[in-house]
């Protein structure tokens, strides 16, 4: 905690946030002025107000395995806090979720490196369960980079790395789940093995005994090498991505590719590894294929299958992906010595493929599936097909939120399953009661990196992804922390979707754009009530009239204003959306293009920054009134990305009295960003600060926040974990202070939004990292400290401060500008009527002082 005083011009006494005025005598005042200055306070409270819902936790492919309580479990292939590497979960039966492990951080050694860690990463499949045991496998990481086979507690606890694989030999890549038979566990890798195409595998469920039963052979490419979509060819297949099924002593399996046809396989093999059998070899694409960079043909019997099978008596079921008469993939069975195949079902035709990814299941003489893709709203689809009469019955088509479905498993008369799109959902068999019963794309969204608003003791914020329906969120949050609301879900279409401006608030209405989505898909100007319920859109942007708006608006009486990036304008219209008006089209006027934030209106005049303006396309500040655009200052040419004013100011200006403060992203004399002062009428240009990427960090992004004489601001990276810091800076450009480096932990990282001020607390956001490495919303306590106050008398200056105030000693320097060197002030304090008071000559020089905490 920190308080300094300076013997400056003119003569002013320091109070919280204010400055006032001290009367001293004429001839005095002709020898020596006094002034004390408040600076940026050094220790404050630093508080994480609510932590973003973990994000990424996209791809669940693998079917969730049920415990006898109902509980599911299964696998993300990303997400997980800020390591993003893959979680094991459990949903119980009310929808609450639980982690029950995230995989750690890889360690990368160049960029052609498999990442390697103690445990895994990037589950693709799903769980095997066997009493409270979860056996499975990470398609990445481990102590190799080639992935490994793991188990687990369904508490969570005991988890044990069983075996990485090396990528040699003994494969490499597992994509699929795995089965139990007694004590060994049974799977298929997608690459490695003798041939590189991938290997079946045994290993007892302790770890030991790891065993390749088969080792797919090597390949010739019927094609070029160079080819963009290469088919090779051998006897047995290649990939093996689907899980294997056990009858007796032997597994079947199918490859996604190779084969005589390059078009994948079904196969049997001996749990001893003897006796491998060829069952089927997919189709060769029809004469009329003739691109080979086409992912798409037709045959008659399908290609490509993905998913593992299901065996019913002496009959497999399976699927492929690509191929059959329409090239969206095939239903099929065959016998389990080969014969008698025979294509059930042909996935209707389309632009895209929309077979299916995932194994089926049998139940009497119905198989249940998806499709990946297709189906009513394209987004995927579950079905049922008669074995008997080959009956196909859509039971349910996806919309865009959690799209994609992959596994299913049956209990009793219900389905569960989840989506590559982050759902685990439940639907009846005949096609009713379906529900989510969680939603990994989250309800409070993911990178808020739009400026907060206050209105009472309540923010009101943005955040640009994710949500229920993955386009974003609208959120408030109590200054304590408490009552966190999500107030509205994005849906993407004509509401709009992905809002990376900030909010304006009048009374119980909010205004703000989306940068997306809308009639015209250049995003929306809407306006909601404070609590949510009404939502309306005010405007629709197009492509003539500016789009995409990513800065915050500002409020005038009855009138926004804004900036559109998308066709480089100013804009305004009145608050119930008529009147919609362009003010100006930057784009083709010199040293004016791409305003990318918010404004602000002084006397009938717009100030604002084009980050990409300019001469020198490193941007300007620009006014703008009714006699048209004025650039006030551009900034400068870099050379080896420094110069003396900064580059690429893409954050809104603050004025106090006439002058406007700024920062720019890049620039500056060491080339990583400054703060910036420049009067109104483009006169008295000056850089405060230039940043050095150390301690006082780097890339300031947001806007800043001005309290007395003190502006407040963010940077995106640098401080002392490289995360981002708080800053504040005097604007005279001296006295600037690390109020807070970001961790990249739980109080998150990368602010790229400036900040709010309410009495003596900063809120803000920070972008990502927190727990869930979503982002967070933050508050900062500025430290007050006790008041230093100075008065003369005679030759000498009087400082005192509350006795009451222990474990401050008063320090001098003559100059603020870094490296500054501060000196205990003699003699020590003494104390009269509750008062430390010093009493020092007045020096010849300047002198500032300050009261620094032990």
């Not at 989306?514 to 015209?520: L, M």
Request: net charge negative; hydrophobic share 30%; aromatic share 12%.
């Amino acid at each position: 905690m920190r308080r300094q005083t300076a013997i400056s011009s003119p003569v002013y006494a320091l109070k919280p946030h204010e400055l006032y005025p001290v009367k001293i005598p004429k001839t005095l005042a002709l020898l020596v002025c006094i002034a004390a200055i408040r600076l940026p306070a050094q220790n404050v409270t630093f508080s994480v107000l609510h932590q973003f819902s973990w994000h990424g936790s996209y791809n669940v492919n693998g079917p969730p395995a049920q415990g006898i309580d109902g509980a599911l479990y299964g696998t993300t292939y990303t997400g997980g806090g800020t390591n993003a590497y893959g979680t094991i979960f459990k949903v119980d039966t009310n929808g609450n979720l639980t982690i029950l492990y995230t995989f750690t951080p890889l360690q990368f050694f160049s960029t052609f490196d498999n990442g390697i860690n103690s445990d895994g990463a990037y589950p693709l499949a799903g769980l095997t369960l066997s009493s409270n045991t979860l056996y499975g496998t990470a398609s990445g990481g481990g102590t190799n980079g080639e992935g490994t086979v793991f188990s687990i507690n369904t508490d969570g606890s005991d988890f044990t790395n069983l075996y990485s694989f090396t990528g040699g030999s003994d494969g490499g890549k597992p994509s699929a789940g795995l089965i139990l038979a007694e004590n060994t566990l049974y799977g298929t890798t997608e690459f490695g093995g003798l041939g590189s195409n991938g290997i079946v595998f045994a290993l007892n469920s302790d770890g030991t005994e790891f065993r390749t039963l088969h080792s797919f052979s090597p390949g010739s490419n019927i094609f070029s090498t160079l080819s963009a979509n290469p088919m090779y060819t051998n006897s047995d297949g290649a990939y093996p991505i689907g899980e294997l099924v056990l009858s007796g002593n032997t597994l079947y399996g199918t490859t996604s590719g190779g084969g005589t046809n390059s078009t994948g396989t079904v196969f049997a093999v001996n749990t001893g590894g003897k006796g491998f059998v060829n069952l089927h070899t997919f189709g060769y694409p029809s004469p009329e294929f003739t691109n080979r960079f086409s992912p798409y043909f037709t045959n008659g019997d399908g290609a490509k299958p993905s998913a593992g099978l299901i065996l019913a008596g002496d009959t497999l079921y399976g699927t492929t992906y690509k191929g059959g008469t329409n090239a969206n993939g095939t239903v099929y069975s065959v016998n389990t010595d080969g014969t008698d195949f025979s294509t059930l079902f042909t996935f209707a035709p389309g632009g895209a493929v929309y077979g299916s990814q995932a194994s089926l299941i049998l139940s009497g003489n119905t198989l249940y599936g998806t499709q990946t893709a297709g189906g009513t709203n394209g987004w995927g689809l579950i079905f049922a097909l008669n074995t008997q009469t080959v009956d196909f019955t859509p039971l349910y088509s996806f919309n865009g939120a959690g799209a994609n479905p992959g596994g299913m498993i049956l209990s009793g008369t219900a389905l569960y399953g989840t989506t590559q799109g982050g759902l685990v959902y439940h639907i009846n068999v005949n096609g009713s009661g379906y529900s989510v019963i969680y939603n990994f794309q989250n309800s409070d969204g993911v990178l808020p990196v739009a400026p907060l608003v206050l209105s009472g003791n309540t923010l009101y914020g943005t955040a640009a992804g994710s949500g229920a329906n993955g386009n974003g969120t609208v959120f408030s949050v109590v200054t304590d922390g408490s009552d966190f609301t999500t107030l509205y879900d994005f849906g993407g279409g004509l509401d709009g979707g992905f809002p990376e401006g900030g909010l304006v608030v009048s009374g119980d209405t909010l205004y703000g754009t989306t940068t997306e989505g809308g009639s015209n898909n250049y995003g929306t100007l809407f306006s909601m009530s404070t609590d949510g319920a009404d939502f309306s859109v005010l405007h629709n942007f197009t492509a003539t009239n500016g789009g995409s708006p990513q800065g915050p608006l500002l409020l005038s009486g009855s009138t926004l204003y804004g900036t559109a990036q998308n066709g480089a304008t100013v804009f305004a219209t009145s608050t119930n959306g008529s009147g919609f008006t362009n003010l100006s089209r930057f784009m083709g006027s010199p040293g004016s293009s791409s305003p990318f934030d918010g404004l602000i209106l002084a006397g009938g005049t717009l100030y604002g920054t084009a980050e990409r303006a300019g001469d020198s396309a490193n941007g300007t500040v620009f006014a703008l009134n009714s006699a048209g655009i004025t650039n006030l200052h551009t900034f400068t040419t870099l050379f080896d990305q420094t110069n003396t004013d900064g580059a690429f100011p893409e954050a809104g200006l603050i004025l106090s009295g006439n002058t406007l403060y700024g920062t720019t992203s890049e620039g500056g004399t060491n080339g990583y960003g400054t703060v910036f002062a420049v009067n109104t009428n483009g006169s008295g240009f000056t850089t405060l600060y230039s940043f050095a990427d150390g301690d006082d960090g780097a890339d300031p992004a947001g806007g800043l926040v001005l309290s007395g004489n003190t502006l407040y601001g963010t940077t995106q990276v640098g401080g002392s974990f490289d995360y981002g810091t708080v800053f504040g800076l005097n604007t005279d450009g001296t006295g600037f202070n690390t109020l807070y480096s970001f961790t990249g932990g739980i109080d998150g990282s990368d602010p790229q939004a400036g900040l709010v001020l309410f009495g003596n607390v900063l809120y803000g956001t920070a972008s990502q990292g927190g727990e869930n490495g979503s982002g967070t919303v933050f508050s900062l306590t500025l430290a007050q400290g006790p008041p230093l106050d100075i008065s003369l008398s005679g030759a000498n200056v009087i400082l005192t401060w509350p006795a009451n105030a222990s474990g401050y000693n008063l320090e001098s320097t003559t100059n603020l500008t870094p490296p500054t060197v501060w000196s205990a002030v003699s003699p020590r304090p003494t104390v009269v009527d509750g008062q430390y008071i010093v009493t020092n000559a007045i020096a010849g020089t300047q002198q500032f002082f300050r009261l620094n905490s032990n």
